[in-house]
Nanobody, 128 residues
Framework: QVQLVESGGGLVQAGGSLRLSCAAS????????MGWFRQAPGKEREEREF???????????YYADSVKGRFTISRDNAKRTVYLQMNDLKPEDTAVYYC??????????????????WGQGTQVTVSS
């Protein structure tokens, strides 16, 4: 079991930056690959959009095309935390952002069904 708590969301103007954090407790953090997903307004849970994922060591990362070059995923296993640095934010990045843990440490996945544990989400709003 692992519990996840996101933080760092907020309101920002287009072109600005935010850094999301996801703190984990419970089972050994390095037992999990981690992912970030987002759910735009009016979308259902099943429509959560993959953003990025990272392997247990941080050596393997993958990004959605829509955020590549603007967002960076990283993790600090000693602090049991995964981060999402978001730069050059756009209004279309507005969503609730969720971190998720996958019980397979070597790689994350773009499919939300591969993740067994989720945080409660943090709202990111980008104004134009």
């Amino acid at each position: 079991q692992v519990q996840l708590v996101e933080s760092g969301g907020g309101l920002v103007q287009a072109g600005g930056s935010l850094r999301l954090s996801c703190a984990a407790s419970g089972r050994t953090f390095s037992d999990y690959a981690m992912g970030w997903f987002r759910q735009a307004p009016g979308k259902e849970r099943e429509e959560r959009e993959f953003v990025a994922h990272i392997s247990w060591s941080g050596g393997n990362t993958y990004y959605a095309d829509s955020v590549k070059g603007r967002f960076t995923i990283s993790r600090d296993n000693a602090k049991r935390t995964v981060y999402l640095q978001m730069n050059d934010l756009k209004p279309e990045d507005t969503a609730v952002y969720y971190c998720a843990a996958r019980i397979y440490p070597y790689s994350g996945s773009y499919s939300y069904t591969e993740y067994g544990y989720w945080g409660q989400g943090t709202q990111v709003t980008v104004s134009s």
